[in-house]
Nanobody
Framework: QVQFVESGGGLVQAGGSLRLSCAAS????????MGWYRQAPGKQRESVGN???????NYSDSVKGRFTISRNAAKNSVFLEMNWLTPEDTAVYYC?????????WGQGTQVTVSS
């Protein structure tokens, strides 16, 4: 049974920073990649960025230069460092990990940025 523990969300003022953490247990196949998505009210879920098994990083244009993804592969953990937050970053943030066969999603953590 796959379980996720996401943490680090909260309320922050514009210009502030937050660090999200996501740890998975129970994934028995090789993890090909880890990433973060977000979903704002009334909007579709969108990719924030990801890190591949080889360590390659990809970011959406809206967060490039402000957000940083890192991981601890040995502990099936992925992190999202968010700096210079704006109200447009307000959303529920989900981590995702995938194998050759399956996608696994975290439960989500709320990030709210006040102006």
């Amino acid at each position: 049974q796959v379980q996720f523990v996401e943490s680090g969300g909260g309320l922050v003022q514009a210009g502030g920073s937050l660090r999200l953490s996501c740890a998975a247990s129970g994934i028995t196949s090789t993890i090909f990649g880890m990433g973060w998505y977000r979903q704002a009210p009334g909007k579709q879920r969108e990719s924030v960025g990801n890190i591949t098994r080889a360590g390659n990083l990809n970011y959406s244009d809206s967060v490039k230069g402000r957000f940083t993804i890192s991981r601890n592969a040995a502990k099936n953990s992925v992190f999202l460092e968010m700096n210079w937050l704006t109200p447009e970053d307000t959303a529920v943030y989900y981590c995702k990990m995938w194998t050759w066969r399956d996608d696994y999603w975290g439960q989500g953590t709320q990030v709210t940025v006040s102006s």
